[in-house]
């Protein structure tokens, strides 16, 4: 039988996946370092390469290497989007057929999107499954059965390829269109049913079984051959191959016509048989004629008309049967047996994912959104803590408390003072607020400067594109940067809004700072120095073990419990840690999309719930607390009253206390704010670097098409020029007047010797030299006027040309020639002689006998020389005239 056909494989280059994969991993996973994936990267990249070398091999270490790199790229499909707008990674693959001529297809196509790479390995196994099929040894069982295997997976792959490169590949490689593949398709069915049949024979099944399988050969080498056939793709194919697969659709059927006259003979049917043997007969001279020479059916032929004689021969002589005609005969049946096996991932048995550090991107996306969700919710909380302190710090400095309670003598600083002025000094005093206020618009400036220079690298690159896309009009086929860059601009707008947002956090700190900055200035001083600033007071000692100072100092202690309970609160707010990614994985591979909102909502709900109601709590506890503050200390004021305070103490005492509680404010406001611009010049330079590569990108890109286009309007047809005007066009040629009809004479006339013309004479190109007169006629004479007087070739021509004015240059005596003798026919008769050259006949009239120009005419024979023909007062020309 025919060998069976093979696909021939597409071919790509090398790319560098490192670089831009290295890129996004660090501007997206902020948790993973450069060392991390470095490995992984490289074996990437070695992987590829490795597709590149081995896919020429026919063998199934090919196909592994081929299944490995497909399963990666879907690996990281969800966690690397190769893509245009995201990692730009250029593949280029051709045309697997572009040398089998194809006409009005690319011959290869260059896309950044990981996409279009699967598509091109799945059409690549495809087509090594199929060379491997064709390279069995089909003349053993695992020959054929492995050759049915690939036939089926290669068949299966380009019914997943069919449904799926419309919307991936716009403007595919002929390889790529979607008739193609729905042709490679059939015939890789086609093929499989083939093997199914050979080993049906070779195993020895029933007939009637193996007429069906080969019926259902036919049937799909009929549909893989409509396929083929379409206008659209038919040009594509290697030369042989439609030849090829119609042969086979006769040859199949006329097999499966064979084997169910086997049928018909054993159950008696001796017409039948006959009839079927007959059409079988036909099928395959058919089957010969169409598939040429790739028909190798030739042993089944010879079998089948050796079937035929024999069957007539004993119809004839014994069984007598009547031969129905073949079209009353029921069909044959047909046996579906090969299948398109669906595409199943991971292909490879051992996969192992390169980049299994990295979660996919919508899981690290949701991630991402998850953790600010309970950013948002714990400063929240925390914030209602804090300012919940804060207010009840601000009562109680109003109040002097807890100082007013602790120095009664009026002359010594009170311990919490005290207190409070060690800690200002060990956290670096007014100086580390001043020092980190300088520092911040120094950061606010450079943020800004990145954030502005990336603004306006898209703004050049969108201005550069649109003034492109302005020039070529049509011809600027690549996206719009306006829809590409639009998320990056999303992005750098809600970085200005952060930008904005933090300058007015950072006026507030600085006014807070204004006011209280002289009170930082005096905790920070000496004890000694710290004590002359404080003024001293009456003494009202008798206070101190009054129940109202009792109350107040138990109150005081409530304070500090509250305080100490809300510190662990905000410490367990802070501390609390997720798992969110396994959760977010769970729900991606169970419903194939991460419900973020839901899932996120559930879980901080879980965590948090009992922390909010604890801070809820605390909120409540502290009102009632500084109601009950409120009233045991106007009772302390009205005590001291009667007792003679000091006002004017009391007041610097609670400046020092709101002072030192604005400091510890401060401060962590400035850290806060210096830790912020300092996290986002790194988010920003990300920002900057991923703007950068796409501007790089962008560029490239321009240049690629900046070739094509103008390469294109270098080839590009011009219009024809206008039509000249009529007074710019150069004069018509004067054409001389048409040369008259022959004159009648006897033929065979002998030819008058000519006299020979002068060898100086000059004469106009063409009409040869001018003559002289005849000898014993007289000699020519000037005419008036001198030579000088003569008109010149282009005012009028000589009057030795036939046809020409009646101008004599050289007037002559009247010539009256002799009669001619009998036969004498000096041109010839009539359009028997061809023209010769520099005489030229005028159209329509045969040949006169004349002779070429001669290089010297003084030296012509005399039997060359016509002077009849040429002597201006020839009867002959008065008869042309």
């Known amino acids: 039988m025919a060998t069976l056909l093979a696909i021939p494989l597409k071919t790509t280059n090398e790319v560098d996946l490192i670089k831009p994969l290295q890129k996004f991993i660090t501007n997206t996973f902020e948790q993973l370092k450069a060392e991390d994936v470095s490995q992984a990267l490289n074996d990437f990249n070695r992987q590829r390469n490795h597709v590149i070398s081995k896919m020429v091999d026919r063998h199934e270490s090919a196909l592994e290497v081929l299944f490995k790199y497909y399963d990666q790229l879907c690996a990281i499909e969800s966690k690397l989007p190769i893509a245009e707008n995201q990692i730009r990674v250029e593949f280029k693959w051709t045309d697997a057929f572009a040398t089998k001529g194809v006409f009005g297809g690319r011959k290869s196509l260059s896309m950044s999107s990981g996409a279009y790479e699967k598509v091109c390995v799945l059409y690549q196994i495809a087509a090594v499954q199929s060379q491997i099929a064709e390279a069995q040894n089909h003349d053993t069982d695992d020959g054929l059965k492995t050759s049915a295997k690939y036939y089926q997976q290669s068949s299966g792959i380009f019914e997943h390829l069919k449904d799926c490169v419309a919307s991936i590949v716009p403007h595919p490689t002929m390889d790529l269109n979607r008739d193609t593949i729905s042709a490679l398709s059939a015939l890789m069915l086609a093929q499989a049913q083939d093997c199914f049949f050979r080993k049906a024979r070779k195993d020895h099944m029933k007939d009637a079984i193996i007429a069906k399988v080969a019926h259902q050969v036919s049937h799909l080498y009929q549909t893989a051959f ?428 609670k400046d020092l206390a709101e002072s030192y509680d604005a400091y510890c404010e401060l401060k962590g406001n400035l850290e806060e704010g210096t830790k912020f611009y300092n996290d986002l010049t790194q988010l920003l330079l990300r920002y900057q670097n991923k703007i950068k590569d796409f501007c790089f990108a962008r560029k490239t890109e321009k240049d690629d098409l900046m070739k094509d286009v103008q390469s294109a309007i270098a080839n590009r047809p011009t219009d024809p020029p206008p039509t000249q005007p009529s007074y710019q066009q150069p004069p018509a040629k004067a054409m001389p007047p048409a040369r008259p009809p022959p004159p009648k004479t006897q033929a065979n006339a002998p030819q008058a010797p000519s006299q020979a013309p002068p060898q100086n004479s000059q004469a106009p190109q063409g009409y040869g030299a001018r003559p002289s007169a005849p000898e014993g006629y007289g000699a020519a004479t000037a005419p008036p006027g001198g030579p000088s007087s003569q008109p010149t070739q282009s005012q009028q021509p000589y009057a030795a040309y036939p046809g020409a004015p009646a101008y004599q240059p050289y007037p002559y005596p009247t010539y009256t020639p002799p009669a001619m003798p009998s036969g004498y026919a000096p041109y010839g008769q009539y359009g028997q002689q061809t023209p010769q050259p520099g005489y030229g006949a005028p159209p329509g009239y045969g040949g006169y006998q004349q002779q070429p120009p001669q290089q010297n005419y003084g030296q012509q024979p005399p039997y060359q020389q016509q002077p009849y023909q040429q002597h201006p007062s020839a009867p002959y020309q008065q008869q042309w005239r």
């Open 226 to 653: 409509q396929l083929l056939s379409m206008t659209s793709i038919s040009q594509i194919w290697p030369k042989d191959w439609l030849a090829h697969v119609q042969g086979r659709v006769y040859a199949f059927h006329a097999l499966a016509e064979y084997h169910q006259s086997v049928v018909a003979g054993a159950g008696a049917s001796y017409g039948e048989q006959i009839a079927r043997l007959k059409q079988a007969n036909d099928l395959m001279n058919t089957a010969k004629s169409k598939a040429g020479q790739t028909f190798k059916f030739t042993n089944e032929d010879q079998a089948m008309k050796a079937a035929l004689v024999a069957a007539e021969k004993d119809n004839n002589y014994i069984y007598h049967d009547k031969i129905p005609a073949f079209k009353t005969l029921t069909p044959v049946g047909k046996a579906v047996i090969a299948k398109s096996l669906p595409l199943s991932t991971p292909m490879s048995s051992d996969f192992r994912d390169h980049f299994e550090k990295i979660v996919p991107l919508a899981v690290h996306q949701a991630s991402t959104i998850f953790e600010n969700r309970r950013g948002e919710l714990v400063n929240f909380e925390i914030g209602r803590l804090r300012e919940a302190t804060q207010l009840m710090n601000s009562v109680n400095a109003s109040m002097n408390l807890p100082a007013a309670i602790e120095d009664l003598s009026g002359t010594q600083v009170p311990a919490s003072v005290l207190e409070k002025s060690v800690k200002i000094k060990e956290l670096g005093g007014v100086q580390t607020i001043e020092t980190l206020m300088q520092e911040l618009p120094e950061l606010l400036g450079r943020n800004r400067e990145i954030l502005d220079e990336c603004i306006r690298l898209l703004d050049d690159e969108q201005s550069s594109d649109d003034e492109l896309r302005a020039k070529f009009k049509d011809q600027w086929t690549r996206a719009k940067s306006i829809d590409l860059t639009r998320p990056i601009r999303d992005e750098g707008q809600k970085y200005r809004s952060i930008l904005d947002a933090a300058v007015q956090a950072d006026h507030i700190v600085k006014d807070k700072f204004g006011k209280t900055r002289n009170g930082i200035v005096i905790l920070g001083k000496n004890p000694r120095d710290l004590e002359a600033s404080i003024p001293s007071a009456s003494p009202v000692a008798a206070l101190k073990d009054s129940p109202v100072v009792q109350t107040l100092r138990k109150l005081m202690d409530s304070v500090d419990a509250l305080k100490a309970e809300r510190d662990a609160i905000e410490h367990e707010l802070k501390d609390k840690t997720f798992d969110m990614a396994g959760k977010f994985m769970s729900a991606l591979s169970a419903d194939g999309v991460v419900d973020q909102e839901v899932i996120s909502e559930q879980e901080l709900d879980r965590v948090y719930s009992p922390l909010r109601a604890q801070v809820q709590d605390s909120v409540h506890r502290q009102e009632a607390l500084l109601a009950q503050i409120q009233q045991a200390n106007n009772d302390f004021c009205q005590a001291k009253q009667s007792s003679g305070g000091a006002t004017n103490r009391e007041t610097i005492l």
